[in-house]
């Protein structure tokens, strides 16, 4: 009992120095092989690390975290896992200065952790990059897709690692349509939950293989 309360209060320490100490919790995957597409944990042969980094600790338990290579991606009753990476680190533009937005190489998530559990959460922003101007003052901008993902793990002292138990994922999305020469000149589409189906619910999934995070 010693033992295990020297460890929870090593790594307690560890996490609330982390600024100058890196402290990190890394899982090693595959790329997924499809970008976009959630449900797909299909990888590809491309080794990536998921990797989060305590960059503040905030008091209470909280940390602030820099997520870099994705979270890994799991789907009901499948035993693939793959790293995502776009949908978990999303895009980042300014139309007037980037024009187009670009793929993000890190996203900030923000952490709880009790000694035991540890809860993360990231928010992601999406563009499909499909925004189009057609004949007859007809136009589209790109789909949007808003991401949020909450990661439940637990701590195992002995192996100094994190097994990921639950992922609770949401999907929100939003485009603009219309034309110049009608009369309502666009229309707008916001959907705060657009998972499988409409209308839909976060989804709550369960890893069907390992996923260990180890503390570095």
Not at 18 to 45: A, M, N, R
Not at 130 to 137: A, G, K, V
Not at 181 to 198: A, K, Q
């Amino acid at each position: 009992m010693k033992i295990m309360q020297v460890v929870l209060v090593t790594l307690s320490l560890c996490l609330a120095y982390s600024v100058s100490w890196g402290t990190s919790i890394v899982y090693d995957g595959l790329q997924c092989q499809s970008t976009f597409d959630p449900d797909d944990p299909t990888p590809l042969g491309t080794s990536v690390q998921s990797r989060f980094e305590v960059i503040e600790e905030a008091g209470g338990g909280l940390y602030r975290l820099r997520l870099t290579g994705g979270i890994p991606r799991v789907a009901d009753g499948n035993n693939s896992v793959c790293i995502d990476s776009a949908t978990a680190l999303g895009y980042f533009g300014i139309g007037e200065v980037d024009v187009l937005p670009n793929p993000l190489d890190s996203a900030d998530a923000t952490a709880y952790f009790n000694g035991q559990d540890l809860i993360i959460t990231i928010n992601a922003m999406v563009s499909d990059l499909t925004q189009r101007r057609l004949p007859l003052s007809i136009f589209y901008t790109s789909r949007i897709f808003a991401y949020s993902y909450t990661l439940f793990l637990e701590f195992n002292p002995q192996l100094s690692q994190f097994a990921l138990k639950k992922i609770i994922r949401n999907r929100g999305y939003t485009q603009t349509n219309g034309s110049t020469n009608s009369i309502t000149p666009f229309f707008e589409t916001v959907l705060p939950s657009f998972n499988s189906e409409l209308p839909d619910r976060p989804k709550i999934l369960t890893p069907i293989p390992n996923i260990e995070y180890r503390l570095e």
